[in-house]
């Protein structure tokens, strides 16, 4: 069975700070790892990864895969209270369509 | 409209009602897929379609009834549900195996 964990559960941190979260996973036949912001409604997407070691940069929010290790990390430096949200991470298999996720890391960035 | 559009946004019900819920992509994706989040759990995929086609089935159980009549909509139909099934309810779509996008979630109480 496919299997994502995040860490960590929840993070606290002031404006201004950088955080990295992570995720490992267990899958059989990977073929991508997504990452998505979730608020107070749906989750909209960030990321999606599927070569180990190519960073991918969009603003302040960057991940980077690591396929022999099995996890990736999402940084987002110069932290703002609208970082404020539940990141999640979920994997792809070549078996279909379906994504498994992991249970989210919740981020509080206070001002 | 735009994106993936979900309704109603809240539900609230009795365990003996049956109700719809509602979602609908306007970017021509070709697959749709049904989650369930409940408190402090990941996101729970239930069905997954595919040009109209139900590919998976997660051990939903049968008070939880999916319909697609075209690869733009996708219904949940619900009847005699428990209250542990009180929950968001999320749609999302995605063309091919790509990135999914999903819908604002139905949040959804059972009495």
């Known amino acids: 069975e496919d299997k994502v964990v995040q860490s960590p559960l929840s993070l606290v941190v002031h404006e201004g700070d950088t955080v990295t979260l992570n995720c490992s996973y267990e899958v059989t036949n990977f073929r991508s790892l997504l990452w998505y912001k979730q608020e107070k409604k749906a989750p909209t997407f960030l990321f999606m990864l599927?070569?180990?070691?190519i960073e991918k940069k969009s603003g302040r929010l960057s991940s980077i895969l690591d396929k022999k290790e099995l996890f990736s990390i999402l940084n987002i430096t110069a932290t703002q209270t609208g970082d404020s949200a539940v990141y999640l991470c979920a994997v792809s298999s070549d078996a279909g369509n379906m994504l498994t996720f992991g249970g989210g890391t919740r981020l509080m960035v206070k001002p | 409209e735009t994106g993936v559009t979900q309704t109603p946004r809240h539900l609230v019900m009795g365990m003996t009602n049956k109700k719809s819920l509602k979602c609908e992509q306007h970017l021509g994706h070709n697959a749709m897929y049904w989650y369930k989040q409940s408190a402090k759990k990941p996101l729970e995929l239930m069905f997954v379609?595919?040009?109209?086609?139900?590919?998976e089935n997660n051990s939903v159980p049968s008070r939880f009834s999916p319909e697609c009549p075209n690869s733009s909509h996708l219904f949940l139909h619900l009847h005699t549900l428990q209250p542990e099934d009180s929950a968001l309810y999320l749609c999302a779509s995605s063309q091919d195996r790509v990135e999914q996008y999903f819908g604002p979630g139905t949040r959804l109480t059972v009495t």
């Open positions: 379609y595919n040009f109209k086609e139900q590919t």
């Open positions: 599927t070569s180990s070691g």
